[in-house]
């Protein structure tokens, strides 16, 4: 029987992990479906416990619904845990269990893809609330030289550093003003077209600026390229949390270059 599989969000409808997804299952040749399916903004967990009594294996969750997700898990992994929020269920004997993926998408963009290394390096974060927080213990695990979380409300960069600790300090936007080596946008500004009151200071040629977001050229990166820096947007990131997701559920590791660059085409 054909598994099913589907990544629950409010909005969903311009969502890509339907087409990533059967792209990895043709590769693979795994026998599975995945859909897209709008969870009303006060029903998510109905919406997920109709998946499951259908016999869905599996699901992605995306905005706004990570944090529910993370309390409507029986179990959480480890990475789960740390990140507060969930972007992979998996649905079996035992339950829900909640995963999350999103900080090791992040990571493997940055060193498989972008051919990165992040050991060493000075790390800058902008933005405290979910985004941010699921990358953060991922990045550490690298052991980078710092991580600075630079936030609008610095109160909530304090929050996570604090609760990350060694290693992590928080500042404001305007404060991270020496260079960095890698610049990661993790606000939600992109989505509204706006640019976070950065200081030319943190970027040189060296920095490589990447935008969580995907789909078009945003402020961030369009300032970052005006100081000399390398840029590179969430795309990558995107369909490695889905390769790791993909891995969680079936076992089997895709090929991202090639569903990365077909999307890129299209
Ligand atoms: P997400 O799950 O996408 O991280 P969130 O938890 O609402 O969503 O967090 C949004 C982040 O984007 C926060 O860091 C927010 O800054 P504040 O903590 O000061 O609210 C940041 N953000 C949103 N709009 C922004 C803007 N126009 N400029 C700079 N930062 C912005």
């Known amino acids: 029987m054909t598994d099913r599989y589907a990544v629950f969000g ?21 026998d599975m479906t995945y859909e897209a399916i709008l969870a009303p903004l006060d029903g998510f967990a109905d919406s997920i416990a109709q998946f499951v009594t259908a016999g869905g294996r599996g ?6 619904f990570k ?15 740390r990140a507060g929020a969930v972007n992979t269920l998996v649905f079996n004997a035992e339950g829900i269990l909640g995963d999350n993926t999103d900080g090791a998408g992040l990571v493997a963009d ?29 990045l550490l695990e690298q052991q980078p030289a710092a991580l600075v979380i630079a936030n609008r409300t610095v109160s909530r960069a304090q929050e996570l550093a604090d609760l990350f600790g060694h290693g992590v300090a928080a500042c404001s936007f305007e404060a991270a003003n020496t260079p960095f080596d890698l610049i990661i946008n993790a606000t939600a500004a992109s989505l509204a077209g706006e640019l976070p009151p950065l200081s030319a200071n943190a970027f040189n040629a060296t920095t490589l600026a990447y935008d969580m977001m995907y789909g078009r050229d945003t402020p961030f990166l369009s300032f970052a390229r005006t100081q000399g820096a390398a840029t590179a947007d969430g795309l990558g990131m995107l369909v490695e949390q889905a390769a790791e997701a ?16 077909s999307l890129r085409a299209a």
Do not use: C, M
């Not at 699901?59 to 706004?64: G, I, K, L, S, Y």
């Not at 944090?67 to 845990?81: F, G, K, M, N, V």
């Not at 993909?246 to 660059?261: C, E, L, Y």
């Open 10 to 30: 409010h909005p969903i409808a311009h969502s890509k992990s339907p087409q990533i997804h059967a792209a990895f299952a043709r590769q693979t040749g795994q």
């Open 59 to 64: 699901a992605n969750v995306t905005v706004p």
């Open 67 to 81: 944090e529910e997700a993370y309390t409507l898990a029986q179990r959480l992994s480890p990475r789960a845990q």
């Open 110 to 138: 940055l060193t498989r893809n972008l051919n990165h290394t992040l050991a060493g390096k000075r790390i800058l974060l902008l933005g405290a609330g979910g985004a941010a927080r699921g990358v953060i213990e991922p």
């Open 246 to 261: 993909f891995f969680v559920w079936r076992g089997v590791r895709p090929d991202t270059a090639a569903v990365i660059a």
